[in-house]
């Protein structure tokens, strides 16, 4: 089990490589807490194996609770915690309120 080493990272553009590997695109930043994430939770066969098996790379850091600056920012905002379980809820709550705003009460007539 190899653990990643910061060396051998390489960005180029919008692309995170490998020892010339594939790791993770960036259009948005993010770049350095994935990196660390990514230290810190996986070796490298590990990662590797999740990424070969079709998985998408923020869903593989997922997999061990990784929420991107992105999105940690929006939840503490809205007062949701700052992990997976807040992101579902929130999005649960989303799609809880837009169904209620979109309800038409069974009194309304349409011509």
């Known amino acids: ?6 060396k051998n990272f390489d960005y180029n553009y919008m692309y995170l490589k490998y020892d010339g590997r594939f790791v993770a695109r960036f259009k948005y930043g993010g770049l350095v ?3 660390k994430f990514l230290r810190d ?3 490298v066969e590990e990662y590797f194996d999740l990424l ?6 923020l ?9 991107s600056p992105n ?17 579902n809820q929130m999005i649960d709550d989303d799609i809880a309120k ?4 979109t309800l038409v009460p069974f009194n309304v007539k349409f011509d």
């Open 59 to 67: 869903k593989v850091l997922e997999t061990k609770g990784y929420v």
């Open 41 to 43: 939770n996986f070796t």
């Open 33 to 35: 807490s994935f990196k």
């Open 52 to 57: 070969d098996s079709g998985m998408a790379p």
């Open 98 to 101: 837009r169904n209620a705003e």
């Open 1 to 6: 089990m190899t653990k990643f080493d910061n």
């Open 71 to 87: 999105v940690a920012k929006i939840l503490k905002r809205r007062g949701y915690p700052m992990t997976l379980e807040g992101m």
